[in-house]
Structure formats: structure tokens, C-alpha cells
């Protein structure tokens, strides 16, 4: 399955502290998005890394891609309360066909 | 710029009682795709339209789920008869184009359907 896979699947930590979510995959993939979802709400694009990418920035988060590891992870610095949330990767193929969602982290953002 | 709208937000509907739910994209987006999000796992895609066309309906449940996108703009999910396992979110995107140039997707709110 291309499916990405989430760790961990639930993640508790106090306010300011750093949190870091892993996604793992096993095929060759164009691109991986990260996505936010609040409780009730749809989903909100976060961050897109292309395969030829290592790292990408954008405010509070940092994405890294490995693609020799099939993995990526999002670090939240300075988390606060209201990025208490799911995230979720999502791997689109290298065929650009399938974009797929994994199981999602839910994160904690504890005052 | 106006987001992904969807209606309605919320249904509560008897099994084998029919359903549907309302989608209209960002303006301008050729692409639309519905979601089902079961509670505690990820969207998994029931279908995807380029304009009016249908590019993947491989995880649509066709003996009961629908849809349709007529004139490229607005798409209908419809589902009949429903099952308490159709219990689930029902989440709209739409993109500019198909995701091989890496866009993004843009979700609606969701629609929330009980099946009692």
C-alpha cells in the first residue's frame, strides 16, 4: 500500500515544548504534504516537500524528507495550545495518480 | 477567495434511508474529490472528477454510493441505501489542476452523517 503510515498515533506535551511526527511510506513518491485538522473541521494544507527536497521551512515547522528511508518528519517548535490537532501525511505517487492519506498523529498541546 | 463549501454540515438518518450531500469548489478548481473520513483514521478518496469527468471512483462503494458533477462545477455524493457503517465524515477538496505538478488540495468543513 502507498499509504503513509504516522508516528506516533497520539502525542501529549506541554506548551513551548517541541513535537515531532514521523510518516513513513514504502514506495517511490512525487511528493509528500503534510495537513492539519482540527477537531470538527476539515483538513488544512500545512506543507508540501517534493522527492528532490531534503527540507522545507515554513514559520514553526520544519519538514524533512528521506527518501533512501521511505520517511518524513514534521517538528512543530514553540508548540502552543491551538496547534492541538491531527496531522496527517499524505503521499502522492510518482505516477501523480493516487494521493493518500495515513491514519494521522493527534497531538496534545497541553498549557 | 472563497473556500470548498459543502452542505449539509450535519445529517442524523435511519439505515437503508438515502442521503446527500453537496459539494461547490474554489472557482476555477477542475478538479474535485470526495473523502470518507471515518472517525480516528485518515480521508480515504471515494472518487475524483477532472471537470465533469470521472478520473478514480476504484474505492466507491457502487451498489450504494453515488456521484456526480455536472457541468464540471458542483459535484452531489449521494448515498442509498445507507448502512450504519457509512457513519463517517464526508469531506470535499478541489484543486487547480491534478496533483503530478504538486498543488495542494483544499478541503471543505465536511459533511457529518449518522446512520442510526
Known amino acids: 500500500s502507498q499509504q503513509g503510515e504516522e508516528d506516533p498515533q497520539a502525542l501529549s506535551i506541554q506548551e513551548g515544548e517541541n513535537a515531532t511526527m514521523n510518516c513513513s511510506y514504502k514506495?517511490?513518491?512525487?511528493?509528500l504534504q503534510w495537513y492539519r485538522q482540527n477537531s470538527g473541521r476539515g483538513l488544512v494544507h500545512l506543507i508540501l516537500i517534493r522527492s528532490n527536497e531534503r527540507e522545507k521551512h515554513s514559520g514553526r515547522l520544519r519538514v524533512t524528507l528521506d527518501t533512501s528511508k521511505k520517511s518524513s518528519s514534521l517538528l512543530i517548535t514553540a508548540s502552543r495550545a491551538a496547534d492541538t490537532a491531527s496531522y496527517f501525511c499524505?503521499?502522492?505517487?510518482?505516477?501523480?495518480?493516487?494521493?493518500?492519506f495515513g491514519p494521522g498523529t493527534r497531538l496534545s498541546v497541553l498549557p | 477567495e472563497a473556500g470548498v463549501a459543502q452542505s449539509p454540515r450535519y445529517k442524523i438518518i435511519e439505515k437503508r434511508q438515502s442521503v446527500a450531500f453537496w459539494c461547490n469548489p474554489i472557482s476555477g478548481h477542475a478538479t474535485l474529490y470526495w473523502y470518507q473520513q471515518i472517525l480516528g483514521q485518515g480521508p480515504k478518496l471515494l472518487i475524483q472528477f477532472q471537470n465533469n469527468g470521472v478520473v478514480d471512483d476504484s474505492q466507491l462503494p457502487k451498489d450504494r454510493f453515488s456521484a456526480e458533477r455536472l457541468k464540471g462545477v458542483d459535484s452531489t455524493l449521494k448515498i442509498q441505501p445507507a448502512k450504519l457503517e457509512d457513519s463517517a465524515v464526508y469531506l470535499c477538496?478541489?484543486?487547480?489542476?491534478?496533483?503530478?505538478?504538486?498543488?495542494?488540495?483544499?478541503f471543505g468543513e465536511g459533511s457529518w452523517l449518522t446512520v442510526v
Open positions: 499524505a503521499i502522492l505517487d510518482n505516477y501523480g495518480q493516487n494521493f493518500v
Open positions: 477538496a478541489s484543486s487547480s489542476i491534478r496533483m503530478r505538478a504538486g498543488n495542494t488540495i483544499y
Open positions: 514506495t517511490s513518491i512525487n511528493n
